[in-house]
């Protein structure tokens, strides 16, 4: 931490431990003067007189430090107030993973029923559970996506895995964009559901190669199931770039999401075991 921060953090630590600056010479055993030109911002201070003064304070320099370069984190790190590295982590990221995989459960089984709508329709053009059904259909399985997704996005945030967090949010982009189309396209005939498909499988496997990738990247804290989990996404991303074997990606999913699903909650795991011990590495 640089002057004036650093100076403007002293007296901000001082005063809320309500200690004079001559308490605080008592407490450290540094002069009055050398404590009155740091906290003016004046002096830029060795780094043993800095640890000196915060232990006094009853703070660590290092622990400052990361508190400081959090400010510049992004929004989904500040908002969840911990990351990996925290010993403490929030009830926050504990709720908003849960709510990740009990989507993700709940995306996994409206597949069953979002498959065949879509087939029916594309072979026969021929709306098994209504054009309502169909729509209800679609609007559950995008809004269990996104939950889903996000929880993709907040382990990528904590786990510093950014092509996790970029590759999450194109998803959902992709997902927000086609389950769009594909509802206006039951009131407007004009809309190519074929086109439409084809757009998706190309999009979907071209992102899942790369969300497969970000995926494998989580093996060091994970373990083997992110790998599982990558190696069955690019696989399916693989047949839904040849467009005429999507159907087989589709079947590909199935294990990878089961993996996925489980490497949110596995996750949640992980946060529990660090709020029960301590110093945890």
């Not at 407007?188 to 074929?194: A, F, L, S, Y």
Request: overall charge neutral.
């Amino acid at each position: 931490m640089k002057q004036p921060e650093l100076g403007k953090k002293i007296v901000e630590l001082r005063t809320a431990k309500g200690l004079t600056q001559e308490e605080l010479v008592e407490l450290c055993n540094i002069s009055i003067r050398t404590i009155q030109r740091i906290e003016n911002g004046e002096v830029t201070p060795r780094s043993f007189t800095v640890k000196t003064i915060l232990a006094a304070l009853g703070h660590d320099l290092d622990k400052i430090a990361e508190l400081e370069s959090s400010k510049s984190k992004s929004w989904v790190e500040r908002l969840l107030l911990t990351d990996l590295n925290s010993d403490h982590p929030s009830a926050f990221v504990l709720k908003q993973l849960n709510i990740a995989w009990i989507f993700g459960v709940l995306y996994f089984i409206l597949g069953f029923l979002e498959g065949p709508a879509e087939y029916f329709r594309v072979a026969s053009d021929e709306m098994i559970f209504g054009s309502n059904g169909y729509v209800v259909i679609k609007v559950l399985v995008l809004i269990a996506y996104i939950f889903f997704q996000r929880g993709f996005f907040i382990m990528g945030s904590l786990y510093n895995n950014y092509l996790l967090k970029i590759t999450s949010i194109v998803l959902i982009g992709c997902m927000v964009l086609v389950q769009g189309i594909e509802i206006v396209s039951v009131y407007n005939r004009t809309v190519e559901v074929e086109s439409v498909m084809v757009g998706a499988s190309l999009s979907f496997g071209a992102i899942g190669i790369l969300f497969g990738i970000s995926l494998a990247k989580l093996n060091h804290s994970l373990g083997v199931i992110s790998l599982l989990a990558a190696a069955f996404e690019i696989i399916a991303a693989i047949f839904f770039l040849t467009v005429a074997l999507s159907f087989v990606g589709f079947i590909v999913l199935i294990p990878a999401e089961l993996l996925e699903i489980i490497l949110i909650y596995k996750s949640v795991e992980v946060f529990r075991n660090r709020a029960t011990v301590p110093n945890f590495a």
